[in-house]
């Protein structure tokens, strides 16, 4: 069983569109962060949230914490092909907890 | 700065057969750690180290060995591998376990066990 699920677990979108990607727990996270992984590379940080109901931008991508800190989203606005990868949320309860990840894949 | 790296790239093994994964990083990370990733499971943890001559189990550890005689290297040991430890491996090294400091991973090594 998770303790982290993400959904959806594939996206295949225009370029173009805009989506948004979730991870759910029942547990309480002290922070959670976003990583982004490429075919044949380790997965790269992305964002890291601490307070409930934190939102922070970067760029086309918002991401946001939860009021109970259990849940967050990763919203990208007009996607691009470059934003093709496989995304992961992780929950720091004494040790950081990964989800499955969204594999999301932006058609040209 | 070459980050975290992990030798080798690719690697496959008879069932039986013991082989050791090597991760070295030169940030001056105190904390280690090393994770297998499968389909539809994500990362899981494998074993973890917080300094030299500390290493601790995480969620997966059988079949897996570590030790951490510097601060820098970080290897993992297959004694007798198993099919059912074909997968991809990463190690990861940050700062410390504070609850915003980020993991930096290395590219990985993809093990089939036949």
């Not at chain 1, 790269?44 to 259990?70: H, I, P, S, Y």
């Not at chain 1, 691009?80 to 894949?105: E, H, M, N, S």
């Not at chain 2, 099919?83 to 609850?99: D, E, H, M």
Request: with cysteine; net charge neutral.
């Amino acid at each position: 069983t998770q303790l982290l699920e993400q959904s959806p677990q594939f996206l295949s979108i225009q370029e173009g569109e805009n989506l948004t990607v979730y991870c759910n727990s029942s547990s309480v996270f002290s922070s959670l962060q976003w990583y982004r992984q490429e075919p044949g590379e380790g997965p790269v940080l992305l964002v890291t949230v601490v307070t409930g109901g934190e939102v922070k931008k970067l760029k086309r991508l918002t991401f946001q914490f939860g009021d109970a800190r259990k849940d967050s989203s990763l919203h990208i606005t007009a996607a691009q092909p470059g934003d093709t990868g496989l995304y992961l949320c992780a929950g720091r309860v004494d040790k950081l907890v990964f989800g499955a990840g969204t594999i999301l894949r932006v058609k040209s | 700065n070459a980050g975290v790296t992990q030798t080798p790239k690719f690697q496959v093994l008879k069932t039986g057969q013991s082989m050791t994964l090597q991760c070295a990083q030169d940030m001056n990370h105190e904390y280690m750690s090393w994770y297998r990733q499968d389909p539809g499971m994500g990362l899981r943890l494998i074993h973890y180290s917080v300094g030299a001559g500390i290493t601790d189990q995480g969620e997966v550890p059988n079949g897996y060995n570590v030790s951490r005689s510097t601060t820098e290297d970080f290897p993992l040991r297959l004694l007798s591998a198993a099919p059912s430890q074909t997968s991809v491996y990463f190690c990861a090294s940050s700062y410390s376990l504070g609850i915003v400091d980020e993991q930096f991973f290395g590219p990985g090594t993809r093990l089939t066990v036949l």
